[in-house]
């Protein structure tokens, strides 16, 4: 058998890490077949959950940039990264196949999600209306959580 | 004098470097989710990472050792390798998050490329390292680090309900519309614990030790900046975690990115108040990215000895210094694949979790041991606490990652 320099055996080495291979696999398993399933009422309620903060966001940004309190570069940055966010929701529910009991909210979030991805798309404009973009962005926050408890009655009932 | 103004810098050092990426998020979401119910945890880390920071000091104090070569002493060369690589890839991945964190920043405080942005943060640090003393390092980033102090201002200037924040300072657990929102409490809970109780911190702490040279007559500053500082940097935890329940509860927003969070202080102290959020994240994550890079370097360089040290000529320490070189490199290409930062840290923290008590446990032996630090051991007090934070981090790490999976990443 033979000793590492301190004593240990090599053999000992070897068998944690033929113990610890198994996890790694299945972590790894769990991974990749996360990407390959249909999307539940749990997923679907995190992405309305996603989207109704990045609305809310885009609501309060709005406020605040109209009163004065934030520098011009914080808030574009702000939206930009918010649009590609949104844009990628957008994108994974468009994509997904879902579980049929969940089809409407689904095409309900996707076609919300497009509908704020347009709003932030215009704020990049600098001759946006930004009072009715804030009215949007606050009627969108109150839909997306409408949806998040529709779909977590569907959820716990499941 | 000068005794008093090391202490004073000591502790406004750990205050200011007190907070990074992972935690910021992790605390305004669990205010923003749970209101003020998960404050407790706040408490409770803060206790263990004193408990721990202070042991692993005193150690580095007393014997000259740091952390992984007690660990690889404690727990056997396998056992030991096993938790090194484990801590080296949760420093690359933290230390990437902060980088991406950073780089962020940048692009809200300048605008620009977010990959040119890396890019930049990576040579910058670089040049860092290079060239700035440790403790300049350590003094530069901490205290800087203070410009966070704003968002404790902003807690107070959101109004929170008081009597609220004192029950939540209470262990509790919340009424919850689900029992699936209870899974996620305790998601929070383990990942804003960990969050605190990170285990790089201890490595780093230790290590700054040894290269400021620290002997047993530095046992009572140990004490003192342990306990005053991380005891102040709690109350910057305390107020992220009261602005997302007072702030960002109300407006239904959970943080995606960290610098929403600077929203915050704008609407109390306007433009300047942005700008002094944006920056104070700006020097305690890049405390943070710092502290990890080099933390990848010691530990490796504890555990195979090697000679190291900030202190040395980099000729004089040749893989200590390419390793710390590596570990920015390499962080920077995780990040440049486009991975979001705040992903990547909240899943180091809740795999930091399964390391803590690996870290920990070898420090609890060592410390206690009275024919090693003969007579600094543990006392009383410190072994009670030792003992039960480690039994509170062994049930964490046991559940940890079924709560990730269960909770999708605390998703719900």
Not at chain 1, 95 to 124: F, G, H, M
């Amino acid at each position: 058998m033979t000793r590492m320099r301190d004593g240990t055996d090599t053999s000992e080495v070897w068998i944690q890490g033929a113990l610890a291979a198994p996890v790694l696999v299945l972590i790894v398993a769990a991974i990749a077949s996360s990407f390959f399933r249909e999307l539940g009422p749990d997923d679907v309620k995190i992405a309305a959950s996603d989207l109704r903060s990045a609305s809310s966001t885009t609501r309060q940004l709005l406020e605040q940039y109209q009163r004065g309190e934030l520098t011009k570069r914080y808030y574009a940055a702000h939206i930009h990264l918010l649009e590609d966010e949104v844009s990628a929701q957008y994108n994974a529910l468009n994509t997904a196949s879902v579980d049929d009991t969940i089809r409407n909210e689904q095409a309900e979030t996707r076609d919300l999600a497009a509908r704020l991805d347009d709003v932030l798309k215009r704020l990049d404009d600098e001759t946006a209306d930004l009072d009715s973009s804030r009215m949007d962005a606050l009627q969108m926050t109150r839909k997306f959580a409408t949806i998040e408890e529709r779909l977590r009655m569907k959820a716990q009932s499941q | 004098m000068k005794k008093i103004l090391e202490i004073f810098l000591g502790i406004l050092t750990a205050m200011g470097g007190f907070v990074e990426i992972g935690e910021l998020v992790f605390s305004v979401n669990a205010g923003a989710r749970f209101r003020y119910s998960l404050l407790w945890v706040v408490v409770l880390g803060t206790i263990g990472i004193i408990t721990y920071g202070e042991m692993a000091g005193r150690i580095a104090a007393v014997t000259g050792q740091p952390v992984f070569a007690v660990i690889r002493e404690r727990a056997g060369y396998a056992a030991g390798l096993g938790t090194l690589m484990a801590a080296m890839v949760l420093s690359v991945l933290t230390c990437a998050a902060e980088v991406g964190g950073i780089a962020l920043l940048l692009k809200f405080l300048f605008g620009g490329n977010y990959f040119l942005l890396i890019v930049g943060t990576v040579v910058l640090f670089l040049l860092v390292v290079w060239f700035l003393s440790f403790q300049a390092i350590e003094r530069v980033f901490g205290l800087l680090g203070l410009m966070m102090l704003v968002f404790a201002a902003a807690a107070v200037y959101v109004r929170p309900d008081w009597g609220e924040v004192a029950s939540g300072l209470i262990p509790n657990i919340p009424p919850l519309d689900d029992s699936k929102e209870y899974l996620v409490y305790a998601y929070f809970a383990v990942g804003l614990m960990s969050s605190i109780m990170l285990p790089y911190e201890t490595y780093f702490y230790a290590a700054g030790a040894i290269e400021d040279g620290w002997n047993p007559g530095d046992i009572r500053l140990n004490r003192v900046i342990t306990i005053i500082g991380f005891g102040l940097g709690a109350i910057l935890a305390l107020s992220l975690l009261i602005i997302g329940a007072a702030f960002f509860n109300p407006l239904q927003i959970e943080l995606s990115l960290p610098e929403t969070a600077a929203l915050a202080p704008a609407l109390h102290f306007g433009k300047w108040g942005l700008i002094l959020a944006l920056l104070g994240m700006f020097f305690a994550f890049g405390g943070a990215a710092i502290e990890n890079g080099l933390t990848g370097a010691y530990n490796l360089a504890h555990f195979f000895g090697w000679p190291w040290g900030k202190y040395r000529p980099p000729e004089n320490a040749s893989r200590f210094t390419l390793s710390w070189m590596v570990m920015f490199i390499v962080a920077a290409a995780i990040v440049m694949t486009g991975v979001d930062p705040v992903q990547v840290v909240e899943y180091s923290i809740i795999f930091s979790v399964v390391i803590l008590p690996l870290s920990y446990f070898p420090i609890l032996m060592a410390a206690r041991d009275n024919d090693y630090m003969y007579p600094y051991a543990n006392g009383w007090l410190a072994d009670i606490l030792g003992w039960s934070y480690l039994i509170v981090i062994s049930v964490a790490a046991l559940f940890a990652i079924p709560l990730l999976i269960m909770t999708h990443g605390g998703k719900g």
